[in-house]
């Protein structure tokens, strides 16, 4: 039972993760439809990943509110809202669920008028809290902190048509400014990251790494 | 005074920004737009695509309605470039938020130039994979998207009947609010597939493109709502990034006001408790914000 | 959880709810919107944000209720979507409702079965069965991601980081001599902070700045600048060697031009958070009260 709960998983990622380095060398039309095939499975199982996540969210506002904990009944109008939109999309403009997929309708329009501008004003609010950070923490304490605080300022002046009226070249300073030591900071830590993630997915195959797998037990 | 300022109510900073951008809009002023080479750089990466037969774009939403503003008015202003040029456009999704987004931009780009669904664009849908629909498109495109989003066979249409993989597209732009650009589009499809990308990016995201710039795995960047706004003048356009120029222009005005007369405060602050101090040394305690403090 | 402050949460309840209502009403009385389908609809849009909005007096009920419901809609939306899109389409119509059934069947039912292994994640007994679907996910992404990531992401950037050198002019060589000069600053002010050399920390930055400007104006030294950056940048973030002497001077140097990135990356989130704003404020001054 250990081999197939833990040993055989393992052995699975290693022969997968060995044979996607290797077709990817392969030009033969074999290796190449292979690569294709398990590209396309792949995209199938990521997709069942997505009804895993919707059910995590259900059964944890779920949980919420069998225990009655500490604001249970917000926890409802995820349901109401997950219910109303689930019918919208069941219903499908009259034509059921295993018609292809309407257009217009209420699924639509609940988007629109729900979703979007939910969405979009939860990250307006973020324009408001940098302000307000800006004002409150951005001290010049250090000598760092002044190279920031100067490239910050050239870069928001230099990227609005504010700072062509205070200074002609203000937008070649800021695109100098990106092009030349941002860019080189920015291939630093590129590369990097990358080398990490070369090494990460190394430790992947080779088993080093097994928190994907979950769970401590066996 | 100084310390009623340094420890001022987060709501009233809040209010400064509200005003200021509101009345921004409210009145207008004309302001200089420059496009900047990187914006030119797509622009004319998508103009040489007109008069090529069966010249076709793919574009791929990859945001969603927390980039709207910065990156709707891209995509509608390539799609008007393309249709006027009669460059034939595809549409497809990374991310699942985006798909009502392109939906709504080829509604209102296709009306606009009168072009045809089927013949002159169409709209694939969301697929999930990220990567792997990558590797699936560039080596067979019909087995990765079969059908359009509302069911149409993708061998049937005129738009994408000679499509077979993803090098056949002439110019792919992507719209991205994430790490699709470099996690997904740069690494796998522009060397494997000899495919030219053009990027559209949310501001923030935007530094990090400028090494794929330079080594010209990326062939242009738009940046945010100013660059959607120099590149609504390339295509002669007055539109909603055009007008977001003066509130932006007047909200970093305002930020920057606030940073400097923070840190004014701040020295301030600094000199007068080292004055006060015997030793003649600040006290560190006096420089932090009380933790009652709001914001 | 944060606690509501109980008046200051009823007060940005009742301030952002009375808004809501009397703009509106003002709209609907002036003819501007009309209680069809689309002004229904810019009435719950509006309803939405400034309920979202509300969140800048005080957490409050108003808001968390908008927020629950957005997330059971976008939930619900998520799922509709890989239905239509994926599950109906790629698999449930070609195995069950297509007239002809494609010959290759077998290879969506594969992935069909782990697809529903990985689902039963949940079921206590035979969970570790969702393991063997991870492991397939996870060993085919981790495998295709590195040659891709070594050809694209390393290979890629390395080559246009050296391959100017060979076109090196004068003012290239100028610009590493200087770079030389600050490494050799940054060494003593290094040396300076353990007490043996007198000298002030700035002087580094500003010759760094000063520099920058020469080869702004002057349009010279970029690939030489961008050579010693990408150099100093990688030196800083290898910490297996000790930062002292020669390896903490050039890491020093790393440091500015790390300030200089993160500097432009603030200066962007600002610009970009403030866009979002403008979205926001576009729709509600021009969509919901026609002031624009």
Redesign the interface.
Known sequence: MIF??RT???I??????????AI??IPHQTA?NL?????????????????????????LHAQRIKRQQ??WG??L??????????IA??YNRGNG??A??A?GGA??????????????????????????????T???RT???????????????G????G??LWSRM???Q??????????????????V??G??A???R??FGIERS????TE? | MIDRLLNIDRRIVFLFIFVGVASAMLFRLPLPITPRPDVVSVYEGIDAVKGRPGGTVLLSFDYGPGSEPELQPTAINIMRQCFQNNVRVVGMALWPDAVGLARAAFDSASRACGKEYKKDWTFLGYKPGMETLIINMGQDFKSAFGQDYLGTNTNEMEVTRDITKLGDFDYVVTLAAGRTIDGVWITYAVDRYSVKLGGAVTAVMSPDMFPYLQSRQLKGLVSGLAGAAEYEKLVNVSGSATRGMQPQSVAHAIIIFFILIGNVMYFLQRRRDRLASPSGVASPSRFANPSGSRG | MTKMNHASSRTATLLFAALFVLLSVWQLAAGNLKLDVDGLGVLTAAGVTLAIFSFLYDDNPLFKITEHLYVGVSAAYTLALIWYQVLRGDLIVPMFLAEVRPPEIWTLVVPSVLGIMLMIHFVPQVSWLSRISFAFVVGFGAGISIPANIAAQLLEQVHPTLAPALGWGRPDVFVLVVAFALILTAFFVLRRESGQVSLTGWVGPTVLSLVFLLCFFLDVGTASLVLVGVIAVLTYFFFSLEHTGAVGAISRVGIWFLMVAFGASFGFTIMARISLLIGRMQFLLGDWLHLL
């Open positions: 197939l709960k055989l998983p393992l699975i990622a290693f022969v997968i993760g060995i044979i996607a380095i990817y060398y190449q690569q294709e095939t398990l590209a396309r499975w792949n995209r199938i199982i990521a997709s069942f990943a997505f009804l895993l996540g919707v059910y995590s969210l259900m059964h500490a604001g917000y926890s109008f995820v349901y109401l809202g997950f219910a109303m939109m689930l999309a069941i669920p295993l292809g997929q257009d699924y639509d329009w609940l988007y629109y008028n729900v979703f979007v501008p939910a969405d979009a004003s939860m990250f307006a609010m973020l324009a408001f809290f940098i302000a307000s950070a800006a004002y409150r951005f001290r010049a000598i760092e902190a002044v190279i920031l605080l100067v490239a910050a300022v050239v870069v928001m002046l990227r609005v048509p504010i062509e009226l937008p070649d300073l695109e100098w400014l990106m092009s030349v030591p941002n860019m080189a900071a920015k291939r630093g830590i590129l590369l990097g990358y080398l993630a070369v990460t997915a190394l992947i195959i994907y797998l979950g769970g066996e």
